[in-house]
């Protein structure tokens, strides 16, 4: 009976916001509250993964869906939910004094991530992707952010309204806000009357484009990250990417029904993210500025995949990138509080100091520019193959072309960060400039941690071919009518 | 598990030495590098033993491997190279800043390069080509240049994308993987023809560094640590030759191309595609000899001179005859062993007195004789001259192009011989005849372990050059194998369409001539010599006796006629420029630090977005 109470995916987003309410009141213990409920929440999201054995619906107060709001635990969620809780786990053990008296709304934080990528009601995912927003306002005003964190709300305020003007058509036409019933209704009716559904589906897509880091709308992702410090840069940079995209996907897979034009202009806008995000991290010369470009371009081809229905593939790259941006994103805030610069010239040969955090950055590098034998490259090789098989041969292409690109700016911070010497002298340790890099274990053992992972998944073929998807549809549509 | 001599055995061995090698180095560096030469000479063994064990295929996890006849060439050649230059490793790991990555990324090079060549399907040929340029790449950066690595692997990710995207389209055309079924199912389908040509000649072109594609070559070759550099050009260039042996041979390109092409009012005797390869290869040469001429680096002199015979191997792949494939085969064979053993004797130079600049050094035949005389018969077969093995590779070459009236590019294939004997004789007249600085007088000659491999090579040369059949045979199988005619070899003879050479015979008569010259050397007067850096200009005191040195501006008024000619080098940089520029527009234009810019593009693409349709 005990076990039954904690299969419960509530617990995921009920513990946290408890033990959130609780902080308030018991700001002594606040950081303890935020172990536990870190600690439980990764415990349990791992448990889930044990037991699970089908698509799991959790109606929240009894009420039926679409009546009442409902939370959705299928093979999907369950990977957000299982990577999410975990990392924010690792974030926070290796974030360590720099939560101050962040706790509650990291708490919070956690609860609304949760909930986003839960969620099977439009509007409940509305008020997570708030609540998440409002915590993400406050905690990245850290580190006196204050005017970059002023723009983000700003940015971020409208981009929820537009959602929230999206969904309200979305309500206004089908009369539920929940997402199965909406796709249960799109498949009833064909393919017919997409055109009804341009505006709604652009105001949510820009929406959600805000918070996703796409290009135009995410410009305010520079001013938050080129400074922040390692827990800001990967709640931000990992967890936030990971349930928003992961939104991004289930609605693409439920509610998005385009016409061509729309697709066109929402590719074009993916696209062109992918470009210039790329190009933008090639000409810079500060690691995280590299780091935040790249996030945003690996955003936009996550958001290109899901566009095509590639499923699959996107949650692999997603995946990949959101474990490889953690670890680059924390050791890039440690050094550069340790060196006070993040410049990649005054870092010249710093991984010979440190070379365990060396190792896991170069393995989650290579993992992420996609070098065989890591998980990076079974995720490119699936999202290419998807690709191809879609009928498309100019997306491949530009893809692998901005592949180079995003090769060439990290190989250089790689290059640049194992060795030592001007142009023209010899790689030495002789002109090793003397860091003072102390405390740094427990980021490299975590760090090798993560590379071993990586390099297992490449390595073994179980991805490969694996097929993630078997939501049985017709079973969750009976559920769904249960409650006509 | 089975224990069975195959691919998959050697290769795995290879895996687990690479990570034995990088713990013993952490224990004792030169034991490390001790595991390297034993990894590899015990590789190459077992791959010539392997000989018996072509056609079958075997697996490893989810890599599937089949040893073909052109990938045991292939591979035999790479790991003779390998082999030979892991004994620098042992003098080197005291100069490096990471010995223990040094050695477990030259074996897990060597492991790229043997799973490359013995891929079955193509995932595994990518995924091993990818680990040849992930290895390398972290390796050059010790030497003397970080930009040179990310060049190095810019241009090869260039090539090995490229490579996917072709495997890609043809994986979806057809459906399979498997190299050789789809190759021949793509010579039927024109569409899939090009994409597969295009696609995998560009990575071939790119990793042999034909031209347009040259640049990262000097770069790369000439400031990696010194024993890689061998292994880059007598080596991994070689995987580029491989991959263009694919689609000109094993697709086969002649027969997914029409040959029945009329231009100026003549038959064109090859495909149009193989005429584009072969005019690059053209071009390749030219370019190759000029810049290397103009060199002062002699290790940057020989990476231009890999340039330049990558142009000859890529035209005699172009040609897909009997004659020109052999010589293309023969010629990645010589020029593997001459490059080489050019690079070892460069290294063993450095190693004895520190520098690579030709106007510093000189007159290193009184102190280091043997190594002179690897680096004398190493550029003797690089520029083509009897009795060493690259004049067999370059005859029979001569005679393709002259066969099948490919006059402008044989023009250009005697423009390179030529220039070869320039910029050939430049370096060993700069850094070994001359004078002896002073502050060489002590140098000793390169140790034993060093000299070793070095004399391997030098012997390989002229033995090979003396009875090429020997190795002649084996190409001729291998032509055979993929559908080829093959040579034509009568003992000693080679017969070609305009006429037949025996070298062994050449090398009598050359010897005879050899004599008589020495008879006649001996019974002249010798020379006075003058004292070499005793300069002397109306009474001023020279500040820079180097500039006045022999060797600075060698060939000055021929470089003077090419000096202000475009180089491709300008090119790449605009390219890269403008990246970074658009990058750095896209940053100041989306990204503000105000939130109105952001609400500003916001309301412009939604109302793009909209187009006008529900508004």
């Known amino acids: 009976m005990a076990l039954d109470i904690l299969k419960n995916p509530v617990l995921l987003i009920a513990v946290p916001l408890l033990l959130a309410f609780l902080a308030v009141f018991l700001k002594k213990i606040d950081k303890a509250l935020l172990w536990i409920a870190a600690v439980a929440n990764a415990a349990s999201a791992v448990l889930l993964a044990v037991v699970y054995q089908g698509m799991t619906v959790v109606e929240l107060g009894g009420f039926k869906p679409p009546f009442g709001i409902s939370l959705v635990l ?8 299982v990577v999410l809780n975990v990392l924010f786990a690792l974030i926070l053990l290796l974030s360590g004094k720099l939560v101050k008296q962040y706790a509650t ?36 005003a850290m580190d006196k952010g204050f005017k970059h964190s002023f723009n983000y709300l700003v940015v971020g305020t409208l981009g929820s309204g537009l959602y929230l003007f999206g969904i309200i058509l979305l309500y206004n036409i089908f009369g539920s806000l929940n997402m199965f019933d909406i796709r249960a209704q799109l498949q009833a009716i064909g393919g017919a009357g997409a055109e009804t559904l341009t505006l709604p589906l652009v105001m949510i897509f820009t929406g959600l484009s805000v918070e996703a880091k796409l290009m135009p709308f995410g410009g305010w992702v520079k001013g938050v990250l080129h400074k922040a410090n390692s827990l800001v840069g990967t709640m931000i940079v990992s967890g936030y990417a990971l349930a928003v995209l992961l939104a991004v996907g289930r609605l693409m897979d439920t509610v998005f029904q385009m016409t061509d034009a729309v697709l066109i202009a929402f590719t074009a806008v993916a696209v062109g993210t992918l470009i210039f995000a790329e190009a933008s991290a090639f000409s810079k010369k500060n690691l995280r ?22 499923t699959v593939p996107a949650v692999l790259v997603l995946v990949n990138n959101v474990v490889s941006k953690f670890v680059l994103f924390t050791v890039a805030g440690r050094l550069a509080h340790a060196l006070e610069t993040d410049d990649i010239g005054e870092l010249k040969g710093v991984f010979v100091k440190v070379p365990l955090v060396g190792v896991g950055f170069t393995v989650a590098v290579m993992s992420l520019i996609g070098l065989p034998l890591f998980f990076g490259f079974v995720a490119k090789i699936n999202a290419l193959v998807g690709l191809f098989n879609a009928g498309n041969v100019w997306l491949p292409l530009i893809i692998l072309v901005m592949a180079v690109v995003e090769g060439a700016y990290f190989v250089r911070i790689l290059t640049t960060l194992w060795n030592t010497g001007e142009e023209g002298e010899v790689s030495s340790r002789d002109n090793l400039k003397a860091f003072n890099l102390d405390g740094m274990k427990g980021l490299g053992v975590v760090s090798v941690g993560i590379a071993i992972v990586i390099v297992a998944l490449g390595i073994l073929p179980v991805l490969n071919i694996k097929q993630f998807f078997s939501v049985d549809f017709m079973t969750f549509v009976q559920q769904l009518l249960g409650g006509m | 598990m089975n224990f069975q001599l195959s691919v998959s055995l050697v290769i795995a061995g290879l895996f687990a030495a690479s990570v034995l090698a990088w ?48 990938g045991w060439f292939f591979s035999v050649i790479m790991l003779a190279v390998f082999a030979c230059v892991s004994f620098f490793n042992i003098y080197w790991m005291p100069k490096l800043i990471h010995p223990a990555a040094y050695n477990m990324l030259y074996l897990l090079a060597l492991t790229g390069t043997l799973g490359a060549f013995s891929a079955r399907d193509f995932i595994t040929l990518f995924i091993f080509w990818e680990l040849i340029v992930w290895a390398s790449m972290f390796i050059i950066p010790f030497g003397k240049s970080r930009k040179a690595s990310v060049t190095y692997y810019a241009f090869s990710a260039f090539g090995s994308l490229s490579m996917l995207y072709g495997i890609l389209f043809l994986y979806h055309k057809f ?117 290397a001429i103009s060199q002062n680096d002699f290790k940057k002199l020989i990476a231009y001179s890999s340039v330049a015979n990558a142009g000859y191997i890529i035209i005699g792949l172009a040609m897909a005859g009997g004659l020109s494939t052999g010589g293309a085969l023969m010629h990645i064979f010589a020029h593997a062993i001459a490059s080489a053993a050019a690079f070892l004797a460069a290294a063993a130079v450095v190693h004895r007195t520190g520098t690579t600049k030709m106007n510093e050094l000189g007159g290193l035949i009184h102190r280091m004789p043997l ?26 070459l001569f005679q393709s192009m002259m066969g099948r009236g490919m006059a402008f590019i044989a023009a250009a294939a005697f423009f390179g011989s030529i220039g070869s004997f320039l910029y050939v004789f430049r370096p060993l007249s700069a850094v070994f005849l001359g004078q002896l600085s002073t502050k060489h007088r002590y140098v000793k000659e390169a140790p034993p372990l060093m000299m070793f491999p070095m004399i391997l090579l030098s012997l390989a040369s002229v033995v090979f050059g003396v009875f090429p059949n020997w190795v002649l045979r084996i190409i001729s199988q291998v032509q055979t194998s993929v559908g080829l005619e093959g040579l034509t070899l009568e003992g000693t003879k080679i017969i070609a369409s305009n006429g037949a050479i025996d070298p062994t015979l050449i090398v009598i008569i050359f010897g005879l001539g050899f004599l008589i010259a020495m008879i006649i050397f001996l ?54 420029h403008k990246v970074s520029e658009l990058g750095a527009f896209a940053s100041y234009a989306f990204y503000s630090f105000k939130p109105g810019t952001v609400l500003l593009w916001v309301a412009i693409v939604v109302v793009a977005m909209l187009g006008g349709s529900v508004l």
């Open chain 1, 74 to 81: 299928d093979e999907y969620s369950l990977i957000g939910v």
């Open chain 1, 105 to 140: 709304v990291l708490l919070v934080a956690l609860a609304a991530l949760n909930g986003i990528i839960l969620t099977g009601d439009l509007f409940n995912l509305f008020v997570f992707l708030e609540i998440a927003a409002i915590a993400a306002y406050i905690f990245t």
């Open chain 1, 289 to 310: 500025e590299i780091l935040l470009f790249s996030s945003v371009a690996q955003a936009g081809l996550v958001v290109l995949l899901f566009l095509y229905g590639l």
């Open chain 2, 23 to 70: 713990l013993l180095t952490k224990l004792n560096k030169a034991l490390g590098a001790w595991v390297t030469v034993v990894a590899s000479a015990a590789a190459l063994t077992m791959m010539a033993l392997l000989h018996g064990e072509i056609g079958s295929t075997v697996n490893l996890f989810f890599l599937q491997f089949t040893l073909t006849e052109y």
């Open chain 2, 175 to 291: 459906g399979s993987f498997e190299i050789s079924s789809v190759l021949q199912q793509a010579a039927g389908d024109p569409t899939a023809a090009i994409v597969a040509f295009v696609t995998i000649g560009i990575a071939g072109l790119i990793k042999l560094g034909v031209f347009p594609f040259h640049i990262w070559l000097p770069q790369a070759h000439g400031n990696a640590p010194e024993p890689f550099s061998p292994i880059l050009s007598g080596g991994l260039v070689k995987a580029g030759g491989f991959a263009a042996f694919l689609i000109v041979a094993v697709m086969p390109s002649y027969k997914a191309f029409s040959t029945n092409i009329e231009f100026l009012g003549r038959q064109l005797t090859m495909p149009l595609p193989n005429y584009a390869l072969a005019i690059l290869g053209a071009v390749s040469i030219v370019v190759g000899t000029l810049m």
């Open chain 2, 371 to 396: 190594t002179y005389l690897v680096y004398l018969i190493a550029i003797i077969s690089m520029a083509g001259i009897p009795p060493m093995a690259g004049f067999i590779s370059k005859w029979m």
């Open chain 2, 523 to 576: 019974r002249f007067p010798k020379s006075r010599k003058v004292p070499l850096m005793d300069q002397y200009t109306a009474s001023e005191f020279i500040w820079t006796p180097e500039l006045l040195h022999y060797a600075t501006d060698f060939y000055a008024p021929f470089e003077r006629l090419y000096q202000k000619a475009p180089r491709t080098e300008t090119l790449y940089r605009t390219i890269v």
